[in-house]
């Protein structure tokens, strides 16, 4: 079966974030697809290199980066709720003039025509938080 998931939390404070995290996990250890993670509103404070998680906590940030590396999944954080939480990458710090980008690796940023593709082209889309 084929998934998408649509997070809507930060790494901290609730526990969605979390959850979409190990059920990504669980599914791909089953053999079942995940198409694409897409991450709207306070979810893209997943997306942030910027965050710092003391040594006693899991770095959830970390492992989504991982999870795209290691297997290649798709991690799309919302361009327009990422510019609002200060969230860019090389390109929209170039366009606006910025010193640095902090897009963690593994992400990027798109518009929600990749949340639609991938509602289209799963079977199931998968809503954390909200």
Do not use: K
């Amino acid at each position: 079966m084929i998934f998408a998931l649509l997070v809507h939390d930060a790494p901290v404070g609730r526990h969605s974030s979390q959850a979409a995290y190990r059920f990504a996990s669980e599914l791909l250890a089953g053999g079942h697809t995940l198409f694409r993670v897409f991450f709207f509103g306070d979810g893209v404070h997943n997306s942030t290199r910027l965050n710092l998680t003391p040594g006693n906590e899991t770095d959830l940030p970390q492992r989504w980066s991982r999870l795209a590396a290691e297997l290649g999944v798709d991690l799309v954080s919302c361009v327009g709720s990422a510019l609002r939480r200060g969230i860019v990458d090389e390109a929209q710090a170039r366009q606006h003039a910025l010193e640095a980008a902090n897009l963690r690796d593994g992400f990027e940023l798109s518009g929600l025509g990749q949340l639609v593709e991938a509602s289209i082209r799963c079977d199931r889309l998968v809503v954390f938080g909200g």
